[in-house]
Structures are given as C-alpha cells and as structure tokens.
C-alpha cells in the first residue's frame, strides 16, 4: 500500500519521492542525501544537523512550481526531527520545529541569491512542529519514525511558486514534499452534468459551477448549480433537470432513455 494515496479531487502539483535522479533543490546549506522511506524504498531527502552552532539559518528550496489555475496550495511533508535531549552535550540552541514558506513568481526567475533567505520577500506559512520525535535508539533497529504535517496557504495568483524550508538549529531530515491542489471531480446530479470545477483560495472558498442538462432532458427549476467546497466535495444542488416525455430516468439517473414503445 503506497504511503500517499491520491483522491479523485487531488490534483498534483509536485512529488519529491518520484525522482530517480538528483533533486536539484537549492541548498543554503542543506544536503541532498539517498535515504529511505517507511516502506524501505529509496528516495532523495535533505537533511540538515548543524545543533552545536547557535544562530543557524539553513535553507533549501524547490525548483519552480506551476500553479495550473489553482487557487489554493496543499503541502504534504514527511519528516523526521531528533529529539534535542538525545544528543550529548547538545547547546540550548538546539530546536525540533522548523519553517514553511512560499514566494510567487509568474517565471523561474530564482538565483542561489535570488529571492533573499528571509521572510518577506518570502511569506512564512507556519512553523512545523514534530508530533513524534525520534531518538538514537530507533536510527540504530532501523525503524524510523516519519511524522507527516500538511498545510494549505492562498490565494495564488501568480504563474507558479516556489516553497523553501528553514532550519534555525534542528537536527532533521526532510523525506518527503508533494504539492496538491483540490478539485471537484466532473459529476451529474439533478438530471444535469457538471464539469471539472477548482475549489477556492480559502478553505472555506463556496466556487459555484453551472449545470448543463443531460441529452434529452430539460430545465425544471433554474438557475442549475453546484458548489464545489474547498475540500473538493460537491454540496448545495440548486436546481434540476428531468427527462423530457417519452425519455425515462436510468443508471441512477445520469441518462435519459427512450421509452420503447
């Protein structure tokens, strides 16, 4: 069973754990290194362990992202952070969360210097906090304690974006990052077909869709919508086609069939 499985209104932005090659993310200065997930499968992570210096800032950011009409970002990560009490001698410096951000760009414009590694010009999304540290004894069995946090930021307008990841004093490694976006799937309801419909730029976004009736049905109660919620679930049909005469509602009602006569 794959460690990520996509729904039907998932749409993929970005997935880390495809590359066969190097990633090529860039580093500032962070390590591109081979690792393995929870199902012993080899991928690229980045890992960072610079603890006994104070006043770190690492950073490492994607390549360029396009955004393709989305409105709202998903961001899944998969990471593991040491405990900072399982490190001897380890300063108080020594942290276990770090920092997401993100910076639009209508085009792959980013240099090892371009956009500065600062906040603002980049927008910080949240700071990511390890729910199951892992210790020393767990690297030594082999088994590794992967924690997953996903967070969402909008509204996007530019062409695409780039996410960076800041360290300021962790010992941590970063497994995996897929970027999603949410859509409502194409669907028939009340007699009527919907096409594919974005959520919206909040996650609690309403984006009404406009129905167009089945063949050989006809409006009933108009105007004919759906709204598509920022999970990307269909909610709230408002009005309905019905199979004209002579025609007769089958399969569930998503066609209008003839009457034999």
């Keep these: 069973k794959p460690a990520f499985e996509f729904a039907s209104n998932m749409k993929m932005l970005m997935e880390s754990t495809t590359a066969t090659a190097e990633l090529g993310w860039t580093v500032y200065p ?7 997930d929870e199902n012993m499968n080899t991928i690229r992570t980045y ?16 390549k360029y992202i ?19 009490s399982s490190i001897p001698g380890v300063p108080g410096s020594c942290k276990e969360t770090f920092n997401l951000y993100y910076y639009e760009s209508d085009y792959d414009t980013a240099t090892k210097v371009h956009p500065p590694w600062m906040e603002n ?44 990841f800041q360290d300021y004093g962790g010992c941590m ?46 409006e009933v109660d108009v105007p004919i919508k759906l709204y598509c919620n920022g999970d990307g679930e269909w909610m709230v049909p408002i009005g309905r086609c019905m199979c004209k005469a002579g025609h007769e509602a089958v399969e569930n009602g998503t066609v209008c069939r003839g009457k034999c006569h």
Excluded at 30 to 36: A, C, L, N, P
Excluded at 47 to 62: I, L
Excluded at 125 to 147: C, H, P, W, Y
């Design 47 to 62: 890992q960072v362990c610079n603890v006994f210096h104070a006043n770190q800032n690492n950073w490492v950011r994607t």
């Design 173 to 218: 490694s970063l497994i995996a990052v897929r970027v999603f976006y949410r859509k409502c799937p194409r669907t028939i309801r009340n007699g009527a077909a919907f096409q594919e419909t974005h959520s919206g730029a909040e996650s609690t976004s309403l984006v009404s869709a406009r129905g167009e009736c089945i063949p050989n049905a006809e």
């Design 30 to 36: 962070w390590e591109e290194v081979s690792g393995y």
């Design 121 to 164: 010009p980049w927008i910080k999304v949240d700071t990511i906090a390890a729910d199951e540290s892992f210790s020393q004894v767990d690297l030594g069995g082999r088994v590794m304690k992967i924690n997953t946090e996903v967070r969402s930021f909008g509204p996007v307008s530019r062409n695409g974006f780039y996410l960076a």
């Design 66 to 84: 396009r955004r393709r009409g989305a409105q709202r970002i998903h961001v899944e990560m998969k990471f593991s952070v040491r405990d900072c």
